[in-house]
């Protein structure tokens, strides 16, 4: 089974540029985020669904948007990139937002903004 | 905010045992998880504590203190392929989680 997917694998920007993360599901799962791993700092949440058709941000929301049209897709745009935003994105889905439900990590995209 | 503390580094040897400790101060408590990262690859689950006592699966053990805000994640019998990074993170009261760092592990022959 396919789990969760992201694309691409890795990816160089401009500063300045856009670009949107795509991230994929096919486990039917309500809940999806989107995480930056940083080296020292750990996993930080930028955004999160609770379900299709809403979102909400926590922690590092600047710069950053999401959308949810539907259940499966939860695609992360960087809409004029900065180089503070090189990092590597992870997105995650649960099957509900309940703080016991496990969160399953996508692979992973490398992004460099030069 | 939340704070959760943990090791930045430990180093075993091959079939000993390792306890990696973490901390937590948060907004209410949901449960605690800890995570398995590979270099280079996604975290994966290992377990989840949400009450007070030890969880074991196989080689590895969970263990959550919940009025001391404390939990550890004990390996036993190390193999090679246990290198790796061990994130704490806790669920608080907006059902969202917050990570430690991460405890790189380094398992050597």
């Known amino acids: 089974t396919a789990g969760i997917t992201q694309a691409p694998t890795s990816q160089i920007l401009a500063a300045g540029r856009s670009m949107t993360l795509r991230c994929t599901q096919d486990m039917r799962h309500n809940a999806m985020y989107w995480y930056r791993q940083d080296l020292g700092l750990g996993l930080r949440l930028i955004h999160y669904?609770?379900?299709?058709?809403?979102?909400g941000n926590v922690e590092v929301p600047d710069g950053y948007s999401v959308s949810r049209a539907n259940t499966d897709d939860f695609p992360l745009t960087l809409a004029s990139a900065v180089p503070s935003q090189t990092s590597v994105y992870f997105c995650?889905?649960?099957?509900?937002?309940?703080?016991?439900?496990?969160?399953?990590f996508g692979p992973g995209t490398r992004l460099t903004v030069l | 905010g939340q704070n959760i503390d943990q090791p930045t580094e430990m180093t075993a040897t091959e079939g000993a045992i390792v306890q990696i400790n973490c901390t937590y101060q948060?907004?209410?408590?949901?449960?605690l998880f800890w995570y398995q990262q590979h270099a280079g690859e996604a975290p994966t689950f290992l377990s989840y504590?949400?009450?007070?006592g030890l969880e074991e699966k196989g080689r590895f053990s969970s263990f959550l203190s919940r009025s001391k805000g404390y939990s550890y994640l004990l390996l036993k019998e190390l193999q090679m392929k246990d290198s790796a990074s061990y994130l704490c993170?806790?669920?608080?009261?907006?059902?969202?989680?917050?990570f430690g760092a991460g405890t790189t592990v380094t398992v050597r022959a």
């Open positions: 504590n949400v009450l007070d």
């Open positions: 669904s609770n379900t299709a058709g809403t979102t």
């Open positions: 948060t907004s209410g408590f949901n449960g």
């Open positions: 993170a806790v669920s608080s009261n907006d059902y969202k989680l917050s």
């Open positions: 995650a889905s649960s099957l509900t937002s309940g703080g016991a439900d496990t969160q399953y």
